[in-house]
Protein backbone atom coordinates (compact mmCIF):
# COMPACT_ATOMS: atom_id res chain seq x y z
CA UNK A 1 0.00 0.00 0.00
CA UNK A 2 1.63 2.97 -0.80
CA UNK A 3 1.02 6.86 0.32
CA UNK A 4 -1.30 7.16 -2.65
CA UNK A 5 -3.41 4.82 -1.22
CA UNK A 6 -3.98 5.54 2.38
CA UNK A 7 -4.35 3.44 5.53
CA UNK A 8 -8.18 3.75 6.59
CA UNK A 9 -8.24 5.12 10.16
CA UNK A 10 -8.87 2.58 12.47
CA UNK A 11 -8.29 1.34 16.34
CA UNK A 12 -9.22 3.92 18.96
CA UNK A 13 -8.28 7.55 19.65
CA UNK A 14 -5.64 6.82 22.41
CA UNK A 15 -4.45 10.64 21.29
CA UNK A 16 -8.04 11.85 21.78
CA UNK A 17 -7.18 15.67 22.67
CA UNK A 18 -4.08 16.18 21.63
CA UNK A 19 -2.45 18.73 19.62
CA UNK A 20 0.62 17.30 17.81
CA UNK A 21 3.31 19.36 15.80
CA UNK A 22 5.42 16.94 12.44
CA UNK A 23 7.76 18.80 11.27
CA UNK A 24 8.86 17.58 7.42
CA UNK A 25 5.29 16.28 7.48
CA UNK A 26 4.62 16.82 3.97
CA UNK A 27 7.32 14.04 2.96
CA UNK A 28 9.06 10.67 3.81
CA UNK A 29 9.04 9.99 7.52
CA UNK A 30 6.58 12.68 8.14
CA UNK A 31 3.51 12.01 5.87
CA UNK A 32 3.50 8.35 7.84
CA UNK A 33 3.96 9.45 11.21
CA UNK A 34 1.44 12.23 10.43
CA UNK A 35 -0.66 9.63 9.28
CA UNK A 36 -0.42 7.60 12.45
CA UNK A 37 -1.17 10.03 15.13
CA UNK A 38 -4.31 11.45 13.65
CA UNK A 39 -5.81 7.77 13.00
CA UNK A 40 -4.77 7.66 17.03
CA UNK A 41 -7.38 10.82 17.49
CA UNK A 42 -4.74 13.51 17.62
CA UNK A 43 -4.80 16.49 15.78
CA UNK A 44 -2.03 17.53 13.60
CA UNK A 45 -0.29 20.36 12.74
CA UNK A 46 1.05 19.73 9.29
CA UNK A 47 4.98 21.95 9.67
CA UNK A 48 6.96 22.24 6.70
CA UNK A 49 8.60 24.68 3.61
CA UNK A 50 6.17 24.00 0.43
CA UNK A 51 2.68 25.52 1.25
CA UNK A 52 0.99 22.88 -0.99
CA UNK A 53 2.04 19.78 -0.39
CA UNK A 54 1.27 20.38 3.61
CA UNK A 55 -2.01 21.80 1.57
CA UNK A 56 -2.60 18.68 0.08
CA UNK A 57 -1.16 16.27 2.69
CA UNK A 58 -3.45 17.90 5.41
CA UNK A 59 -6.59 17.51 3.21
CA UNK A 60 -5.51 13.94 2.63
CA UNK A 61 -5.80 13.28 6.38
CA UNK A 62 -9.09 15.42 6.79
CA UNK A 63 -11.06 13.45 3.59
CA UNK A 64 -9.90 10.42 5.63
CA UNK A 65 -11.38 11.19 8.71
CA UNK A 66 -8.55 13.31 11.02
CA UNK A 67 -7.92 16.41 11.70
CA UNK A 68 -4.99 18.48 10.25
CA UNK A 69 -4.03 21.76 9.44
CA UNK A 70 -0.78 23.22 7.65
CA UNK A 71 1.56 26.20 8.84
CA UNK A 72 3.91 26.87 6.61
CA UNK A 73 7.58 27.47 8.19
CA UNK A 74 11.36 26.79 8.40
CA UNK A 75 12.37 25.18 11.14
CA UNK A 76 15.67 25.65 10.77
CA UNK A 77 15.49 29.36 12.14
CA UNK A 78 14.22 29.24 15.71
CA UNK A 79 11.84 32.59 15.23
CA UNK A 80 10.12 30.69 12.66
CA UNK A 81 9.77 27.77 14.68
CA UNK A 82 8.71 30.27 17.78
CA UNK A 83 6.17 32.01 15.22
CA UNK A 84 4.12 28.63 13.99
CA UNK A 85 4.68 27.63 17.85
CA UNK A 86 1.97 30.61 18.45
CA UNK A 87 0.42 29.85 15.74
CA UNK A 88 -0.65 26.50 16.85
CA UNK A 89 -1.79 28.26 20.40
CA UNK A 90 -3.80 30.82 18.43
CA UNK A 91 -5.74 28.36 16.61
CA UNK A 92 -5.62 24.96 19.48
CA UNK A 93 -4.95 26.85 23.30
CA UNK A 94 -2.62 23.67 23.63
CA UNK A 95 0.44 21.68 21.92
CA UNK A 96 1.47 18.69 23.77
CA UNK A 97 3.76 17.19 22.05
CA UNK A 98 6.24 17.40 18.23
CA UNK A 99 7.73 15.22 16.21
CA UNK A 100 10.66 16.83 14.93
CA UNK A 101 12.10 14.95 11.45
CA UNK A 102 16.35 15.74 11.56
CA UNK A 103 17.11 13.22 9.30
CA UNK A 104 18.35 15.09 6.64
CA UNK A 105 20.62 13.09 4.16
CA UNK A 106 23.97 14.54 2.48
CA UNK A 107 24.12 13.81 -1.27
CA UNK A 108 27.85 14.46 -1.20
CA UNK A 109 30.90 11.80 -0.25
CA UNK A 110 32.53 13.10 3.40
CA UNK A 111 35.71 14.09 1.08
CA UNK A 112 33.80 16.23 -1.24
CA UNK A 113 31.68 17.77 1.51
CA UNK A 114 31.49 21.44 1.32
CA UNK A 115 31.05 23.98 4.33
CA UNK A 116 28.13 24.94 2.86
CA UNK A 117 26.76 21.53 2.83
CA UNK A 118 28.02 20.40 6.16
CA UNK A 119 26.32 23.95 7.58
CA UNK A 120 22.68 23.04 5.90
CA UNK A 121 22.89 19.13 7.07
CA UNK A 122 23.91 20.71 10.80
CA UNK A 123 21.58 23.58 10.40
CA UNK A 124 18.24 20.93 9.42
CA UNK A 125 18.96 18.24 12.10
CA UNK A 126 21.34 19.77 15.40
CA UNK A 127 20.38 23.35 15.66
CA UNK A 128 16.83 22.94 14.26
CA UNK A 129 16.49 20.18 17.52
CA UNK A 130 18.09 22.40 20.18
CA UNK A 131 16.53 25.35 19.13
CA UNK A 132 12.83 23.85 19.62
CA UNK A 133 13.97 22.15 22.88
CA UNK A 134 14.70 25.58 23.84
CA UNK A 135 11.83 27.12 22.52
CA UNK A 136 10.10 24.48 24.55
CA UNK A 137 11.43 24.43 27.82
CA UNK A 138 11.12 28.26 27.42
CA UNK A 139 7.23 28.60 27.00
CA UNK A 140 5.36 24.95 26.83
CA UNK A 141 7.10 23.13 29.88
CA UNK A 142 5.30 19.43 29.61
CA UNK A 143 5.46 19.64 26.21
CA UNK A 144 7.15 16.20 24.69
CA UNK A 145 9.58 15.87 21.87
CA UNK A 146 10.93 13.11 19.85
CA UNK A 147 12.60 13.33 17.11
CA UNK A 148 13.82 11.37 14.52
CA UNK A 149 17.48 11.10 13.53
CA UNK A 150 19.75 10.79 10.91
CA UNK A 151 19.44 6.40 9.30
CA UNK A 152 21.47 3.93 10.53
CA UNK A 153 22.08 3.47 7.34
CA UNK A 154 23.91 6.35 5.92
CA UNK A 155 27.56 6.32 5.36
CA UNK A 156 29.94 9.45 5.49
CA UNK A 157 31.85 10.49 8.63
CA UNK A 158 29.83 13.43 9.03
CA UNK A 159 26.91 11.72 9.78
CA UNK A 160 28.52 10.57 13.42
CA UNK A 161 28.67 14.07 15.05
CA UNK A 162 25.69 14.63 13.73
CA UNK A 163 23.74 11.57 15.45
CA UNK A 164 26.32 12.04 18.61
CA UNK A 165 25.07 15.47 18.93
CA UNK A 166 21.59 14.33 18.82
CA UNK A 167 21.96 10.81 21.06
CA UNK A 168 23.87 13.84 24.19
CA UNK A 169 20.48 16.32 23.90
CA UNK A 170 18.33 13.15 24.66
CA UNK A 171 20.08 11.85 26.94
CA UNK A 172 20.47 14.85 29.39
CA UNK A 173 17.47 16.33 28.40
CA UNK A 174 16.25 15.46 31.76
CA UNK A 175 18.58 18.26 33.06
CA UNK A 176 16.32 20.20 31.93
CA UNK A 177 12.93 18.30 32.76
CA UNK A 178 12.21 18.24 29.40
CA UNK A 179 11.15 15.09 27.90
CA UNK A 180 12.46 14.23 24.79
CA UNK A 181 13.53 10.78 23.15
CA UNK A 182 15.02 9.69 19.73
CA UNK A 183 14.19 6.98 17.21
CA UNK A 184 16.65 6.29 14.21
CA UNK A 185 15.27 4.68 11.72
CA UNK A 186 17.43 1.55 9.58
CA UNK A 187 17.00 3.51 6.26
CA UNK A 188 15.71 6.34 4.74
CA UNK A 189 11.79 6.23 3.80
CA UNK A 190 10.72 4.44 1.36
CA UNK A 191 7.66 6.38 0.73
CA UNK A 192 5.34 3.65 1.05
CA UNK A 193 3.36 3.87 4.44
CA UNK A 194 2.99 0.25 5.13
CA UNK A 195 6.70 -0.66 4.85
CA UNK A 196 7.46 3.06 6.87
CA UNK A 197 5.31 1.75 9.56
CA UNK A 198 7.34 0.44 12.17
CA UNK A 199 9.34 3.67 12.59
CA UNK A 200 5.44 5.65 12.47
CA UNK A 201 4.28 2.87 14.94
CA UNK A 202 7.46 3.91 17.46
CA UNK A 203 6.56 7.46 17.44
CA UNK A 204 3.09 6.67 18.27
CA UNK A 205 3.78 4.79 21.15
CA UNK A 206 6.56 7.19 22.69
CA UNK A 207 3.61 9.74 21.98
CA UNK A 208 0.77 7.49 23.79
CA UNK A 209 -0.22 9.05 27.52
CA UNK A 210 0.71 4.83 28.66
CA UNK A 211 4.51 6.06 28.05
CA UNK A 212 4.17 9.37 29.18
CA UNK A 213 7.40 8.41 31.50
CA UNK A 214 9.78 7.33 29.22
CA UNK A 215 12.37 10.06 28.31
CA UNK A 216 16.17 10.13 27.58
CA UNK A 217 16.02 6.85 25.45
CA UNK A 218 17.38 6.19 21.76
CA UNK A 219 15.47 3.35 19.52
CA UNK A 220 16.82 2.18 16.87
CA UNK A 221 14.02 1.02 14.51
CA UNK A 222 14.46 -1.93 12.22
CA UNK A 223 12.44 -1.50 9.16
CA UNK A 224 11.79 -4.16 5.92
CA UNK A 225 13.59 -3.54 2.86
CA UNK A 226 12.63 -1.33 0.02
CA UNK A 227 11.97 -3.46 -3.14
CA UNK A 228 14.79 -3.44 -5.14
CA UNK A 229 13.32 -1.37 -8.00
CA UNK A 230 12.68 1.76 -5.64
CA UNK A 231 16.62 1.40 -3.72
CA UNK A 232 17.84 3.72 -6.17
CA UNK A 233 15.13 6.56 -5.11
CA UNK A 234 15.40 5.38 -1.58
CA UNK A 235 19.12 6.12 -1.35
CA UNK A 236 18.65 9.58 -2.98
CA UNK A 237 16.89 11.04 -0.68
Request: glycine share 8%; proline share 6%.
Amino acid sequence: MTAASPLPFASGPVLAGQVIAVTGADQGYGRAISGALARAGASVVLVGGNSESLAVAASSLELAGGTAIPIKADVGVPLDWLSAQNRILEIFGALHGIVHLADKRAHTNFTLLSENEWMELFNCNVKSSVAIAQIVRRRLTGTWLTLVGPHLDEVGLQVYPQRGALRGLVEHAHDEDLRVNLVLPSRASSGDEALDRPLADAVLALATPALAHLRGNVLEVPLPPVPKLRSQEVNSR
